[in-house]
Nanobody, 121 residues
């Protein structure tokens, strides 16, 4: 069964850090571009970051630049999103998605179920 599973979410105070993981099963991530998305309550889903399959193209939305870092470990078939200096506006459900293509293009082929990130004091 082909699937993605996110983990690492939780409750953190403003200024804190979390590392999200996106683990794949049933397929390998090294031939996929991987995106991270988030959805806050009452808002549309938005793209947060994306890494191409060769890691030579990485995208961050402006609001997370300098705070978030996307990376992959092909040996573990996992992609990570390191989130530092978290702000309340980063709160939401975070999803990872994979597209079996070199670049971060839609539509994505596989989606995870999401992990909740709450930034609050």
């Amino acid at each position: 069964q082909l699937q993605l599973a996110e983990s690492g979410g939780g409750l953190v105070q403003p200024g804190g850090s979390l590392r999200l993981s996106c683990a794949a099963s049933g397929f390998t991530l090294d031939n996929s571009a991987i995106g991270w998305f988030r959805q806050a309550p009452g808002k549309e889903r938005e793209g947060v970051s994306c890494i191409s399959w060769s890691d030579d193209n990485i995208y961050y939305r402006d609001s997370v630049k300098g705070r978030f870092t996307i990376s992959r470990d092909n040996a573990k078939n996992t992609v990570y999103l390191q989130m530092n200096s978290l702000k309340p506006e980063d709160t939401g459900i975070y999803f990872c998605a994979a597209v079996q293509a070199p670049a971060c293009i839609e539509p994505y082929d596989y989606w995870g179920q999401g992990t909740q990130v709450t930034v609050s004091s």
